[in-house]
């Protein structure tokens, strides 16, 4: 045999090979609604190659942004019906299935990023909150960030008397609609994939979320106030299907985990070393962006605990404000 037909047995054996692996690779489907310029995806990109390398090929994480598969709530529910393997979202909208998280969402929680860490890894109350989610279809493997939700409006925000009769989108979560109405605004539920729309036709006259999520998704052209308000830290617990998680080995459990505790790793730094120069990308653009007093608006929001208190019960409010408070007294 000539060393030219070696060489191409050689070859088409190993693409044989290659082919055989790629074959084996079973597809995991991952579904978020950020852009696919935004920290979720630059994420969710970290998190795939890495659950690659760490089960040897054995699983491909697809990734489907900007809510081409489903929005937010959607994406949950498919979680539970098998539909898609993972996703990521605010922890308020995991509440429609467990309504204490909705506590998360309680204004004026911790008052840094690394205060916001330490709540979701190391508070006794969230994590067996946590601990409840498998029976509901699904579990938090980790948790990405987003940053503190903030506002941008077409009109300047400097006082809660800005808000009255002014139309607030919110998402679907007792916690943040509560605060925005004790701030003053009526507020108007509708999934993130339609809120630049209603923006510009003037359903509403604006929304809130972290400044990852306006620069991502572009609110600022359409409402260009920015208001630094601060006032909910909404990182995004990563979740995965339970019955995916449960048709893993535990080998391959244990990478998985593993690449989730890298991806939120990244996430958490991008985010937080990227809040300023969005900020001045946006100001380029045109936004105006404001500081405001804060003491106006964590008094406007004062009734929201005890109306939580009143909904959710003493013990459960209690619990998150008492770590929370721990962790603020502790930086």
Known sequence: MN???VKLLATAATLATFGSAAAAAEVLKFSHTDNPGGSRQAAAEVFAE???EYTDGRYEVRIFPAGQLANDPKAIEQLQLGGIDFTV?????????LPSLNLTAMPFLVDSFEQGWELYDNSAWLQGEFDKLPEKGFRVLSTWEA???SYTTGMELNSPADAEGRKMRVYP???IRWTMEAIGFQTVVMPITDVYLAIQQGTVDGQENPVDTIKSLRFYEVAPNITLTRHVYSPLPLTVAEATWQSFSEEDQLAIAKAATESAAFSRDLVQGSVQSQLDEMKAAGAKVNIPEIGPFRDAVASVYDKA????GSEAV???LSDAKAIRDGS
């Open 89 to 97: 979202s605010a922890t308020g909208s995991y509440a429609t299935h």
């Open 318 to 320: 209690d619990g998150i």
């Open 147 to 149: 940053g503190f939700r």
């Open 50 to 52: 890495k659950v690659s």
């Open 309 to 312: 208190r009143d909904v959710y």
């Open 3 to 5: 060393s030219a037909l």
């Open 173 to 175: 979560n007792d916690m």
